[in-house]
């Protein structure tokens, strides 16, 4: 399948652990503070003079050392977060902002401030359901974390901060959002993989420097021309993916994926976050706990199972494809009645299992094929 | 009478007519149970249940228990599993007369609640914990069940023993189900799975991750408050907060001769240990809390372990190590603990399962009493330890050391609890700073194909043999 052009800078930023861009706002002396789930509100870690990036692990080979620590039985994008870490990768970062939102993201935690000692550390208790009362404990939270932010880094972490911070993030979900509505044409001028690479380094980066870039961007594609070889259109499910390489290959095989209910995808992340004047923090709260949906939300099964078949039909897509990270629980074990009531509602789902990084492309090629001739494609 | 890899006891006169009596109590509670509840209804209920049939094999779990141990030890041994199969005829009893009343709840639901509000709770993961005592290869099929219906091979085996149970149509049913985001992220995810198949409305507690102080309490009795009103509105079942009141009472009973007991066995020799302490806790705090006949069996292990005490001697012939299991006790291989106490002279003394804090409940008000109780789940066992910080973790587990006076710890390293799993290297350094043996035992909770009793036992002995320089007894 054609892709798309993209940008270089974006190019760049795909293969790189941690963005030049984050390099460049530090030394204009902003300070970077990691983060690794779509629970944590990235709008707080943007106020002025901080910058949330969402860490990544691209060409991480194997984890020896992160195994030692967390045993090879844990997901591999925490294993490879704290392989990279061990290494000395993500020493240029200034903090880490942790949500305890898995088994494995709470013992990353713990192993990296056991590890590491990182001058500051935090874990963000996110509540496992929504709800009035989950809102307000999650507020707490946001208020406890802004307020450490404010004392580590002498920052203003106050309503009207946090509010620009909010304007700019909205900013930067107008114009992805824009990119990922394109996918709903019958020829889209972007591929999944080409958006996946642009979801990806953008969630890594300070999010000033890449908004101009995809506006940019965005003008181009509204004029270019779609992609029409295709053999089929895909909704990519399930968890973590941060990797345009794996969207790639099921590209390259005929497959186009058009929308991705993932961690790291486009449905329902890109939802512009409410203003709320006086009370910013509770406006993220509240979108955290309702705009993102892992089955760690323990309630939600079926919403997350309506929402995947509402994209379907809004991306009018021929078929799901629902992957899960190896030795991820919550999508692991969700995944098998997922799967069936997808089936039950008459659309072709595959279900495939997944390291972090890339391995057996050509098994998933393979995979990728059948599927599309099972589905006549 | 063999076991696997056990000697039996010869026994003296007295302890052959004790344990006559011993199983002569064991057949009387259950001849109780079918005479209480009725033939019928327990026939009934029994119908195409295969766990039944490996219920009736419980004897084999006192016989372990007896034949290898001898004097007031033996006593204490078999006082706790009679008393278990008594608790289990118990809750299996509710369950064949009062079908309109039985609530699924997970393990971590406070099951007290649910009895003072008149309903018959039936904890899930019961079977998946207690069968395997008596047969270990028991989960096998239903984990095989799960795996079948997609579930993946590395999740814990013990929702997935759950998972299988339920879709075998092995589980009783019930009329709703309550559960948590406890105890892990398998166990919790399990039961989408769960309320799929069995199709009953479902409640899902939230237990916080920042458990302490005053904001988790009242969010989590605020919680609980939401269950009762839940409860009402899907089941017969309502709120008796004198009957809560009196079950709480009971508990903290309960608790009273349990802490007292656990001073005992702090004490060198130690004049109880192994199933007399587990298994005790696991029917009468954590399955059925605050019953006269729980209290009762914690007295009367008090009772025993003095007078063990008074004799000058412990539980143990030869007490040579103490030692802690940390992690469940090993369900499949429950031999484990007298085989350590017969080649070793190792006393195990404690495991997580049954060291949780005791906040006793404040009966004062039905909101002081749902405040301790949820004061007790959020720092219960696996709310604690294996989900929480790992500061909880540790920091417990070196107190346990200190307390209890231990030579060495043993990890019981189930695969599939990765929580722990991702906590070994830690452990290992934090051991050595330390300087305490550390044995990480190797294995999976419910199956035995992963690693079996043979290749445990194996383990156990190039441990004591290597790292402690131990001299076989036998």
């Given at each position: 399948m054609k892709q798309p052009k993209l940008p270089s800078l974006f190019k760049e930023l795909v293969d790189m652990p941690v963005s030049r861009l984050v390099d460049q706002a530090q030394e204009q002396g902003r300070r970077a503070l990691a983060y690794t789930c779509s629970y944590m509100p990235e709008a707080l870690l943007n106020v002025e003079g901080l910058c949330g990036v969402r860490v990544r692990a691209p060409g991480v080979v194997g984890t020896p050392m992160a195994d030692t620590y967390l045993s090879s039985v844990i997901c591999s994008y925490t294993r490879s977060l704290l392989e990279l870490t061990l290494e000395g990768t993500f020493d240029s970062l200034d903090g880490w902002v942790f949500v305890a939102s898995c088994d494995h993201m709470r013992r990353l935690y713990d192993n990296m401030d056991y590890l590491l000692k990182p001058e500051f550390i935090h874990i963000l208790d996110v509540p496992h359901k929504s709800g009035e009362a989950a809102e307000k404990w999650m507020t707490e939270e946001l208020t406890e974390l802004a307020e450490k932010l404010s004392d580590a880094f002498g920052v203003d972490t106050g309503p009207e901060a946090v509010n620009r911070a909010v304007a700019l993030q909205n900013r930067y979900l107008d114009v992805m959002r824009e990119l990922s509505e394109m996918r709903k044409e019958k020829n889209p001028p972007i591929s999944g993989a080409a958006f996946s690479t642009l979801m990806t380094t953008s969630l890594a980066s300070p999010k000033d420097l890449v908004i101009e870039p995809l506006e940019e961007l965005a003008a181009q594609l509204r004029k270019a021309p779609g992609i029409d070889d295709h053999r089929a259109r895909l909704v990519l499910a399930g968890s973590q993916c941060d990797d345009p390489y794996y969207v790639g290959v099921i590209e390259d095989t005929g497959g186009l994926v058009v929308a991705d209910r993932t961690c790291t995808g486009s449905v329902p992340a890109l939802a512009p976050i409410p203003v709320d004047e006086k009370n910013p923090l509770a406006a993220l709260a509240k979108r955290s706990l309702s705009n993102v949906s892992c089955p760690r939300m323990m309630e939600d099964f079926k919403a997350r199972v309506s929402e995947v078949l509402d994209v379907v039909k809004e991306y009018q897509a021929d078929g799901v494809v629902l992957q899960t990270l190896k030795f991820c629980d919550t999508w692991g074990v969700e995944a098998a009645p997922m799967l069936s009531a997808i089936r039950e509602a008459g659309v072709p789902v595959l279900r495939l299992e997944r390291e972090y990084a890339l391995t057996s492309q050509g098994q998933l090629q393979t995979r990728i094929q059948a599927f599309l001739e099972s589905m006549g494609k | 009478m063999s076991f696997f890899d056990l000697v039996p006891v010869k026994p003296t006169l007295a302890e052959r007519a004790a344990s006559a009596v011993d199983h002569g109590r064991h057949w009387a509670r259950i001849a109780l149970m079918a005479a209480k509840n009725g033939p019928g209804p327990m026939s009934r209920f029994a119908q195409g249940k295969d766990w039944m049939k490996q219920m009736a094999r419980a004897n084999v779990l006192l016989d372990m228990v007896t034949c290898t141990r001898s004097g007031d030890y033996r006593k204490a041994n078999?006082?706790?599993?009679?008393?278990?199969?008594?608790?289990?005829?118990?809750?299996?009893?509710?369950?064949?007369?009062?079908?309109?009343?039985?609530?699924?709840?997970?393990?971590?639901?406070?099951?007290?609640?649910?009895?003072?509000?008149?309903?018959?709770?039936?904890?899930?993961?019961?079977l998946g914990i207690a069968v395997?005592?008596?047969?270990?290869?028991?989960?096998?099929?239903?984990?095989?069940?799960?795996?079948?219906?997609?579930?993946?091979?590395?999740?814990?085996?013990?929702?997935?023993?759950?998972?299988?149970?339920?879709?075998?149509?092995?589980?009783?049913?019930?009329?709703?189900?309550?559960?948590?985001?406890?105890?892990?992220?398998?166990?919790?995810?399990?039961?989408?799975?769960?309320?799929?198949?069995?199709?009953?409305?479902?409640?899902?507690?939230?237990?916080?991750?920042?458990?302490?102080?005053?904001?988790?309490?009242?969010?989590?009795?605020?919680?609980?408050?939401?269950?009762?009103?839940?409860?009402?509105?899907?089941?017969?079942?309502?709120?008796?907060?004198?009957?809560?009141?009196?079950?709480?009472?009971?508990?903290?009973?309960?608790?009273?001769?349990?802490?007292?007991?656990w001073d005992l066995v702090a004490q060198k020799p130690a004049p109880m240990a192994g199933e007399a302490v587990y298994l005790s806790h696991l029917m009468y705090m954590i399955a059925l809390p605050g019953t006269p006949r729980g209290t009762k069996l914690f007295q009367d292990l008090v009772k025993i372990a003095k007078k063990i005490r008074a004799e000058g001697k412990g539980a143990l012939p030869d007490e040579r190590y103490r030692a802690v299991l940390w992690n469940p006790p090993t369900l499949i291989y429950p031999e484990l603990f007298v085989w350590a106490e017969q080649n070793y002279g190792v006393a195990l003394l404690m495991d997580m399962l049954s060291y949780n804090r005791h906040p006793f409940i404040d009966t004062k008000s039905p909101d002081t009493m749902l405040r301790d109780l949820a004061r007790i789940i959020m720092e219960g066992p696996m709310a604690r330890h294996t989900r929480g910080p790992s500061e909880n973790f540790f920091g417990d587990l070196f107190a346990l050391y200190e307390r209890f006076s231990l030579d060495m710890i043993w990890m019981a390293g189930h695969i599939g609890c990765k929580n722990t799993m991702a906590l070994n290297g830690m452990f290992r350094e934090r051991c050595r700073e330390r300087d305490i043996p550390l044995f990480t035992l190797n294995y999976d909770l419910s199956d035995t194909r992963v690693v079996s009793p043979t290749d445990m036992r194996k383990q156990a002995e190039s441990f004591m043999e290597t790292v402690m320089k131990a001299e076989r007894i036998r």
């Amino acid at each position: 399948m054609k892709q798309p052009k993209l940008p270089s800078l974006f190019k760049e930023l795909v293969d790189m652990p941690v963005s030049r861009l984050v390099d460049q706002a530090q030394e204009q002396g902003r300070r970077a503070l990691a983060y690794t789930c779509s629970y944590m509100p990235e709008a707080l870690l943007n106020v002025e003079g901080l910058c949330g990036v969402r860490v990544r692990a691209p060409g991480v080979v194997g984890t020896p050392m992160a195994d030692t620590y967390l045993s090879s039985v844990i997901c591999s994008y925490t294993r490879s977060l704290l392989e990279l870490t061990l290494e000395g990768t993500f020493d240029s970062l200034d903090g880490w902002v942790f949500v305890a939102s898995c088994d494995h993201m709470r013992r990353l935690y713990d192993n990296m401030d056991y590890l590491l000692k990182p001058e500051f550390i935090h874990i963000l208790d996110v509540p496992h359901k929504s709800g009035e009362a989950a809102e307000k404990w999650m507020t707490e939270e946001l208020t406890e974390l802004a307020e450490k932010l404010s004392d580590a880094f002498g920052v203003d972490t106050g309503p009207e901060a946090v509010n620009r911070a909010v304007a700019l993030q909205n900013r930067y979900l107008d114009v992805m959002r824009e990119l990922s509505e394109m996918r709903k044409e019958k020829n889209p001028p972007i591929s999944g993989a080409a958006f996946s690479t642009l979801m990806t380094t953008s969630l890594a980066s300070p999010k000033d420097l890449v908004i101009e870039p995809l506006e940019e961007l965005a003008a181009q594609l509204r004029k270019a021309p779609g992609i029409d070889d295709h053999r089929a259109r895909l909704v990519l499910a399930g968890s973590q993916c941060d990797d345009p390489y794996y969207v790639g290959v099921i590209e390259d095989t005929g497959g186009l994926v058009v929308a991705d209910r993932t961690c790291t995808g486009s449905v329902p992340a890109l939802a512009p976050i409410p203003v709320d004047e006086k009370n910013p923090l509770a406006a993220l709260a509240k979108r955290s706990l309702s705009n993102v949906s892992c089955p760690r939300m323990m309630e939600d099964f079926k919403a997350r199972v309506s929402e995947v078949l509402d994209v379907v039909k809004e991306y009018q897509a021929d078929g799901v494809v629902l992957q899960t990270l190896k030795f991820c629980d919550t999508w692991g074990v969700e995944a098998a009645p997922m799967l069936s009531a997808i089936r039950e509602a008459g659309v072709p789902v595959l279900r495939l299992e997944r390291e972090y990084a890339l391995t057996s492309q050509g098994q998933l090629q393979t995979r990728i094929q059948a599927f599309l001739e099972s589905m006549g494609k | 009478m063999s076991f696997f890899d056990l000697v039996p006891v010869k026994p003296t006169l007295a302890e052959r007519a004790a344990s006559a009596v011993d199983h002569g109590r064991h057949w009387a509670r259950i001849a109780l149970m079918a005479a209480k509840n009725g033939p019928g209804p327990m026939s009934r209920f029994a119908q195409g249940k295969d766990w039944m049939k490996q219920m009736a094999r419980a004897n084999v779990l006192l016989d372990m228990v007896t034949c290898t141990r001898s004097g007031d030890y033996r006593k204490a041994n078999a006082l706790a599993a009679v008393e278990l199969v008594a608790g289990f005829g118990d809750l299996i009893g509710a369950l064949a007369t009062r079908p309109d009343r039985v609530v699924i709840h997970e393990d971590l639901i406070p099951p007290e609640i649910l009895f003072a509000m008149d309903l018959a709770p039936w904890m899930a993961e019961l079977l998946g914990i207690a069968v395997p005592m008596i047969e270990a290869t028991f989960a096998e099929p239903y984990i095989d069940a799960s795996e079948s219906a997609g579930i993946p091979p590395d999740v814990c085996s013990l929702p997935k023993t759950v998972m299988g149970l339920v879709l075998e149509n092995q589980m009783p049913k019930g009329v709703a189900m309550v559960t948590s985001n406890m105890p892990c992220d398998g166990g919790m995810a399990s039961y989408s799975v769960v309320e799929k198949e069995m199709n009953i409305p479902t409640f899902r507690l939230d237990v916080p991750y920042n458990f302490y102080g005053d904001r988790a309490v009242e969010y989590f009795a605020n919680e609980l408050r939401n269950m009762i009103a839940w409860l009402e509105e899907h089941t017969p079942g309502r709120m008796d907060w004198d009957r809560l009141r009196m079950i709480c009472d009971e508990r903290n009973r309960g608790v009273e001769a349990e802490m007292e007991l656990w001073d005992l066995v702090a004490q060198k020799p130690a004049p109880m240990a192994g199933e007399a302490v587990y298994l005790s806790h696991l029917m009468y705090m954590i399955a059925l809390p605050g019953t006269p006949r729980g209290t009762k069996l914690f007295q009367d292990l008090v009772k025993i372990a003095k007078k063990i005490r008074a004799e000058g001697k412990g539980a143990l012939p030869d007490e040579r190590y103490r030692a802690v299991l940390w992690n469940p006790p090993t369900l499949i291989y429950p031999e484990l603990f007298v085989w350590a106490e017969q080649n070793y002279g190792v006393a195990l003394l404690m495991d997580m399962l049954s060291y949780n804090r005791h906040p006793f409940i404040d009966t004062k008000s039905p909101d002081t009493m749902l405040r301790d109780l949820a004061r007790i789940i959020m720092e219960g066992p696996m709310a604690r330890h294996t989900r929480g910080p790992s500061e909880n973790f540790f920091g417990d587990l070196f107190a346990l050391y200190e307390r209890f006076s231990l030579d060495m710890i043993w990890m019981a390293g189930h695969i599939g609890c990765k929580n722990t799993m991702a906590l070994n290297g830690m452990f290992r350094e934090r051991c050595r700073e330390r300087d305490i043996p550390l044995f990480t035992l190797n294995y999976d909770l419910s199956d035995t194909r992963v690693v079996s009793p043979t290749d445990m036992r194996k383990q156990a002995e190039s441990f004591m043999e290597t790292v402690m320089k131990a001299e076989r007894i036998r």
